[in-house]
């Protein structure tokens, strides 16, 4: 997309699409589908296993930085310092596209 104007806007269902398609639209994991049946605000607002998805700096959320973002790239240590394996487990990882997708959604405060 050459022109910025023709992007369009990246929306919470979308998120929710990319995350059900990497996931086969299973019930996967201890944590479950979080992103199901949750609205926008409640998703930002998640924590899984004590941590928040969301990074937050100066009230603005920051995607590179957040966990939901970085448990998607690859292993991480998680804010109570436990290891996770990258996400999604059991699945094909998510292309690099996906992710900077949900990254860029997060930067652009997560458009409901």
């Known amino acids: 997309m050459d022109n910025p104007n023709e992007a369009q806007t990246t929306r919470f269902p979308d998120i929710q699409q990319i995350l ?3 996931v086969e639209n299973e019930d996967i994991g201890r944590h479950g589908p979080f992103w199901r049946n949750v609205t ?9 296993f004590g941590c928040p998805i969301l990074h937050t700096e100066d009230g603005k959320f920051v ?3 957040s966990q939901l973002v970085t ?3 690859g292993p ?3 804010c109570s310092q436990k290891p996770r394996p990258q996400m999604p487990f059991g699945f094909a990882a998510l292309s690099t ?7 860029d959604w997060i930067d652009a405060q997560c458009p409901a």
């Not at 926008?40 to 899984?48: H, L, S, Y």
């Not at 596209?97 to 990254?103: A, D, G, N």
């Open 63 to 65: 995607g590179a930085k």
């Open 76 to 78: 991480i240590t998680d």
């Open 20 to 22: 059900d398609d990497a």
């Open 71 to 73: 448990v998607l790239r």
């Open 97 to 103: 596209e996906k992710i900077r997708i949900i990254s």
């Open 40 to 48: 926008r605000d409640e998703f930002v607002a998640k924590v899984v």
